[in-house]
Structures are given as structure tokens and as C-alpha cells.
């Protein structure tokens, strides 16, 4: 069965310091994502690629950055964390191909920047 | 600036009854609106989709109707059942020929026993 993994699943930082969440997914997907989902807010994208070595910025960009190294990994990075990034992050991979863009999510990261 | 919204924010129905769940946009080139569903602590997953070509969409218990004069769309779950308890999440995806999705704030149902 196709599955998106994230790690961590949980992840406490300090403010100022460096974060890294890793995405890998098995379905063979060219395009893959970045949420965060808060309270009221619904999902918002960060960022997304379209394949290997591709990067977009989403709607909310500012604060993170994003790699892709390979078809499978998609990694979300902030550079300096801050509390307001406090949230639960799903990364998500999605076929390019067809009539429909239905996209599968990973199982989350809970992420506290004290 | 929210491009797709829903309404309300939580509903608690009883077992039995009909849940209506409400979206609507603004965007003219949304073509693609899928509905997502997440159970408390678990990530979203599909439930049911609709493109601009049809006016009505069912699966089971689950019908999307598409009203695309008024940019709105409804999800219905009929004989609602406490399993049905989750977040519904309404997207939309664009002709523009971005695999974007953007995503609703999302409606809390809570079905009764």
C-alpha cells in the first residue's frame, strides 16, 4: 500500500534554532506538499514540488524552506524557529497526472517552539 | 484573504438525521473540489470529489450537490452515524493548470447516539 512518513512525529525547539521535518513517500508521486494546519485555519500550503530539485513556495512561505532531493523525500526546514510556528505539520504527495489531484497525507508532526 | 469557505464551523447533529455541510468560492477557475475528512488526531483523507461538469455527486451515504451558478456546494451525509464524527474539510483546485489545493477552515461534526 502507498504511504507518505514523516519524522518526527513530535518535535519540541527552542526559539532561534534550527528544525528540520523529513517527508518520504513510497506511491511514487511527482508532486509532493507542505501544510500546517492550526485552529481555525483549515490546511495551509508552504510549500510544494513538482519533482526531484523542484521547490514552490505556497501560500505562507515566509520562515520556511523546503528540499527535494529525490522523487521520494521532501523536507521542510526553519532556519531560526520561532513560537508562532508552533503547529501540526502534514506533508502530503499527489499524481501529476489525470483529471484529479487527490493528494495523500502523511500522519503529522507536532511541532512546539518554546 | 480566505478563497474557500464553510460553514458553520461546528455541527452537532443526532444519530439518523441529515448532515448538510456548507463551501462556497469565488474564484471562477476552481474546476476540481474534493472533500477531505479527519478524524480527531489522524490526517485528512479523501471522502468524495466533484468536477465542474457535474451538478451532483454521490458515494453511499455521502452526495455532494453543485450549485456553480452561485459558486456553492453543500456535502450531505444522510442517516448520519457517531463514525461520521470528524472534521470536513472543503478544497478546490484550479484550471490553472497549478495541482494546488486550497483548503476551507473546515466544519467539527459531532453525530449523537
Known amino acids: 500500500e502507498a504511504a507518505v512518513t514523516q519524522s518526527p512525529r513530535n518535535k519540541v525547539a527552542v526559539t532561534g534554532g534550527k528544525v528540520t521535518l523529513s517527508c518520504n513517500q513510497t506511491?511514487?508521486?511527482?508532486?509532493m506538499y507542505w501544510y500546517r494546519q492550526d485552529t481555525g485555519h483549515g490546511l495551509r500550503l508552504i510549500h510544494y514540488?513538482?519533482?526531484?530539485?523542484?521547490?514552490e513556495k505556497g501560500d505562507i512561505p515566509d520562515g520556511y524552506k523546503a528540499s527535494r532531493p529525490s522523487q521520494e523525500n521532501f523536507s521542510l526546514i526553519l532556519e531560526l524557529a520561532t513560537p508562532s510556528q508552533t503547529s501540526v505539520y502534514f506533508c502530503?504527495?499527489?499524481?501529476?497526472?489525470?483529471?484529479?489531484?487527490?493528494?495523500?497525507f502523511g500522519p503529522g508532526t507536532r511541532l512546539t517552539v518554546l | 484573504q480566505q478563497q474557500v469557505r464553510q460553514s458553520p464551523q461546528s455541527l452537532t447533529v443526532w444519530e439518523g438525521e441529515t448532515t448538510i455541510l456548507n463551501c462556497s468560492y469565488e474564484?471562477?477557475?476552481?474546476?476540481?473540489f474534493p472533500w477531505y475528512r479527519q478524524f480527531p488526531g489522524k490526517s485528512p483523507a479523501l471522502l468524495i470529489a466533484?468536477?465542474?461538469?457535474?451538478n451532483k455527486k454521490e458515494d453511499g451515504r455521502f452526495t455532494i450537490f453543485f450549485n456553480k451558478r452561485e459558486k456553492k456546494l453543500s456535502l450531505h451525509i444522510t442517516d448520519s452515524q457517531p463514525g461520521d464524527s470528524a472534521t470536513y474539510f472543503c478544497?478546490?483546485?484550479?484550471?490553472?493548470?497549478?495541482?494546488?489545493?486550497?483548503f476551507g477552515s473546515g466544519t467539527q461534526l459531532t453525530v449523537m447516539p
Open positions: 474564484d471562477s477557475t476552481f474546476d476540481y
Open positions: 466533484i468536477s465542474l461538469v457535474s
Open positions: 514540488s513538482y519533482g526531484a530539485g523542484s521547490t
Open positions: 506511491n511514487n508521486h511527482n508532486n
Open positions: 502530503a504527495s499527489g499524481d501529476a497526472g489525470g483529471a484529479y489531484a487527490e493528494q495523500f
Open positions: 478544497a478546490a483546485k484550479s484550471s490553472s493548470g497549478s495541482w494546488q489545493l486550497i
